[in-house]
């Protein structure tokens, strides 16, 4: 059974800094491609960095520059460094690990969710 586990969220003042982790379980971790997300009330979820397979990275325009996305292969698990933290960066973050063909595309079936860790950043 596949699982992954988040931690490391919690309330900040802005400014601030977080570090979450997504523990996995059930998969070859290494495997697999990686995403961070994350959901603001009332507002769709959106990405916010993604590593892929070959270990480059990709970043949302609103957090780059001060946030970190990350793996550690030998435990199974997946960082999102979060540095000088605004108050619209609050929002639950969803970790998402993947398995993909052709250019990143998602392969039906290999597509896993963590249950979100909530980020609030206050003014």
């Known amino acids: 059974q596949v699982q992954l586990v988040e931690s490391g969220g919690g309330e900040v003042q802005a400014g601030g800094s977080l570090r979450l982790s997504c523990a996995a379980s059930?998969?070859?971790?290494?495997?697999?491609?990686m995403g961070w997300y994350r959901q603001a009330p009332g507002k769709q979820r959106e990405l916010v960095a993604t590593m892929f397979n070959d270990g480059s990275t990709d970043y949302a325009d609103s957090v780059k520059g001060r946030f970190t996305i990350s793996r550690d292969n030998a435990k199974n698990t997946a960082f999102l460094q979060m540095n000088s933290l605004k108050p619209e960066d609050t929002g639950v973050y969803y970790c998402?690990?993947?398995?993909?063909?052709?250019?990143?595309?998602?392969?039906?079936?290999?597509?896993?969710w963590g249950q979100g860790t909530q980020v609030t950043a206050s003014s």
């Open positions: 059930g998969i070859t971790f290494r495997t697999y491609a």
């Open positions: 998402n690990v993947y398995r993909t063909f052709g250019s990143n595309f998602k392969l039906p079936g290999y597509d896993y």
